[in-house]
């Protein structure tokens, strides 16, 4: 039997990708569509390293089949910044708080910052929150405490806290 094909919309971008429906969007983003900032590590939801946005959440790509993202807006590592552009707020916050060691967990926690900064009112940006928000996302280099700070830098270099 044929593969269906999926129509999927990646940082702006149409692709119409053949691949049975319960492909992890991980795979059809990494080895498709050549995206690879994405990356899989523990491929069960436990680390938080595959995740992108879809729709308007950040989830684990490595979880979500290619029929359940279809249709809706994805946006990875690829599409926060322009390609020739400045670094996100975000990844120039994590540049400068010193929030990136060995950059496996990287992508999936700019994903996981950016969403979180995007749906987060500004009186509520704090520790405690961008903790609950970084919850799935695991690193094993940094102790966090430069990513909860440059979470916080982010937020006032994107106007969350003005
Ligand atoms: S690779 Fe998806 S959560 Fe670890
Ligand atoms: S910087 Fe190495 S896992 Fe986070």
Do not use: F
């Amino acid at each position: 039997m044929t593969d269906p094909t999926w129509p999927l919309t990646v940082n702006g971008r149409r692709h119409d990708v053949t691949v049975p429906g319960s492909t992890p969007l991980v795979e059809v983003l990494r080895d498709q569509l050549d995206l690879r900032g994405t990356k899989l590590v523990c491929a069960v939801g436990r680390c938080g390293a595959c995740t992108v946005r879809v729709g308007e959440r950040a989830v684990a790509s490595c979880l979500l089949p290619v029929a359940l993202a279809a249709g809706e807006p994805i946006v990875t590592v690829e599409g926060v910044s322009a390609p020739d552009g400045p670094l996100h707020p975000v990844q120039q916050a994590l540049v400068d708080c010193h929030g990136v060691q060995c950059g496996a967990c990287t992508p999936g926690m700019v994903m996981t910052m950016t969403t979180y900064l995007e749906q987060t009112p500004a009186d509520a940006v704090d520790p405690d929150t961008i903790r609950e928000a970084l919850c799935g996302n695991l690193c094993r280099c940094t102790g966090y405490h430069g990513i909860i700070d440059a979470t916080l830098r982010a937020a006032g270099a994107t106007g969350a806290q003005a």
